[in-house]
C-alpha cells in the first residue's frame, strides 16, 4: 500500500512501535532508497529467519532503534507503573491529547514551541 501511494518509491521515514520483530522487514521494505526506519520499542527477540538486514545497507537505509528491550522488563515496568501511579499521575502531566486520527494536528501542536506534552489517545 504504502508503494502504491507513494507511485512505487516508498515513504522517506518508516516508524514501527507496535514492538513486533516480525514486523522490522515489512516496515524495511517500506522505505525508500536512502530512507529512515525507526524503530521504537521492539522487544529484543530473535529476528525471523526472512530478515534481511543487508537490505538496509544496499538501499542506504538509516535504522535508528530507540528502545529495544528484553523481555523481562515488561512486567518490571508495568509494576514500577501501578505501584507509582499516584506519584507521577498522567493525566496532570500531558497538557494535551489528540485522538489517533488527529496525529498531524498534535504534531503541529507540539511544534508551536508553547511548553507542551502531547499525547496520542489509540
Request: neutral net charge.
Amino acid at each position: 500500500m504504502i508503494r502504491d501511494l507513494t507511485r512505487g518509491v516508498g515513504a522517506d521515514v518508516v516508524v514501527e512501535v507496535c514492538g513486533a520483530p516480525e514486523m522490522v522487514d515489512e516496515g524495511l521494505r517500506m522505505a525508500r532508497i536512502g530512507g529512515r526506519y525507526l524503530l521504537i520499542g521492539n522487544i529484543n527477540l530473535e529476528m525471523p529467519g526472512q530478515l534481511d538486514p543487508g537490505n538496509a545497507v544496499r538501499m542506504s537505509k538509516t535504522i535508528r532503534a530507540v528502545s529495544v528491550y528484553e523481555q523481562w522488563v515488561i512486567p518490571r515496568a508495568l509494576d514500577f507503573l501501578v505501584r507509582t501511579k499516584g506519584k507521577y499521575p498522567f493525566d496532570k502531566i500531558i497538557s494535551h491529547t489528540f485522538p489517533l486520527e488527529e496525529i498531524n494536528q498534535a504534531f503541529d501542536f507540539a511544534r508551536s514551541g508553547q511548553p507542551i506534552r502531547v499525547a496520542l489517545e489509540c
